[in-house]
Nanobody, 115 residues
Framework: QVQVVESGGGSVQPGGSLRLSCAASGFTFSSYVMNWHRQAPGKQRELVATIFTTGYANYADSVKGRFAISRDNAKNSVFLQMNNLKRDDTAVYYC?????????WGQGTQVTVSS
């Protein structure tokens, strides 16, 4: 059974940091491209960061230089380190796996940036 579970969300002041984690099981994690998306209230879901099976990463312009995606294939996990957080980063963050077997989504974790 496929599971994708995010954790690490919470409330933080502007300028603060959070590290999101995503634990996956039920598929060959190392063969899947892993993505972090986010959706703010009243807005469309946005692709934030992608890490390919090679370890190469891509970022949305809005988070470049502030966020870093990484993966640990031995632990079937992907991470999103978020630094210098801004109010506009407030959203539900979703982990997504994309590969030959299809795509799998987590339930999301809330990140709130507020003073």
């Amino acid at each position: 059974q496929v599971q994708v579970v995010e954790s690490g969300g919470g409330s933080v002041q502007p300028g603060g940091s959070l590290r999101l984690s995503c634990a996956a099981s039920g598929f060959t994690f190392s063969s899947y491209v892993m993505n972090w998306h986010r959706q703010a209230p009243g807005k469309q879901r946005e692709l934030v960061a992608t890490i390919f099976t090679t370890g190469y990463a891509n970022y949305a312009d809005s988070v470049k230089g502030r966020f870093a995606i990484s993966r640990d294939n031995a632990k079937n996990s992907v991470f999103l380190q978020m630094n210098n957080l801004k109010r506009d980063d407030t959203a539900v963050y979703y982990c997504q796996a994309n590969g030959l077997g299809g795509e799998y989504w987590g339930q999301g974790t809330q990140v709130t940036v507020s003073s």
